[in-house]
């Protein structure tokens, strides 16, 4: 069993064996859950230098809220609408394996440096993209990479859709 640093390196370097110990592993979901904080905190001091030190709450805030649509979303679209003939999973096996794919997002706590938050943040997000694409083929149990991406993308635009209309009708995140 891989110690929670080991776990959140690995996951960022993008080792699908983590994500199947992080999948069999029930106890890890407090560990997945601190991740996906951290890694929320991160994108709120990313946009600091945009918005101000209100934007390390509005950004956390938003990060967090954007990561469990995106979770559930996954979870409906990938169990309900795609899945193969050996996908079997509880919402606890994604919950934790996605969790731990929010690990490259640490990076942009370094957004806090003048100029660097959005490209930063732009790379965290590819990486994040890519590891959450491993974690849903892994939780899954998919044998197709090409349907964990379709999963994931559909999930990733259904999310922006729902934060575009909330933003519509709101006018601006928290």
């Known amino acids: 069993m891989s110690s929670f640093k080991d776990r959140v390196i690995q996951s960022a370097l993008l080792n699908v064996d983590i994500y199947e110990e992080i999948e069999a592993d029930s106890e890890a979901f407090f560990q997945s859950m601190t991740v996906i904080l951290l890694s929320s905190v991160a994108a709120g001091f990313a946009t600091i230098d945009r918005v101000g030190i209100g934007g390390l709450f509005s950004g956390t805030i938003t990060a967090l809220i954007a990561w469990f649509v995106w979770a559930y979303l996954v979870y409906f679209i990938g169990v309900k609408f795609l899945p193969e003939e050996k996908t079997q999973a509880d919402p606890g096996q994604l919950l934790r394996t996605i969790g731990f794919a929010s690990s490259p ?69 928290f």
């Open 105 to 173: 997002g640490l990076i942009r706590f370094v957004g806090i440096i003048p100029g660097l938050g959005g490209i930063i943040s732009f790379i965290a997000s590819i990486w994040m993209l890519i590891a959450m694409v491993i974690a849903v083929r892994q939780a899954l149990d998919y044998t197709s990479t090409v349907r964990a991406i379709a999963v994931c993308l559909i999930g990733w635009l259904a999310q922006w859709l729902i934060f575009i209309i909330f933003y519509g009708i709101f006018g601006k995140p």
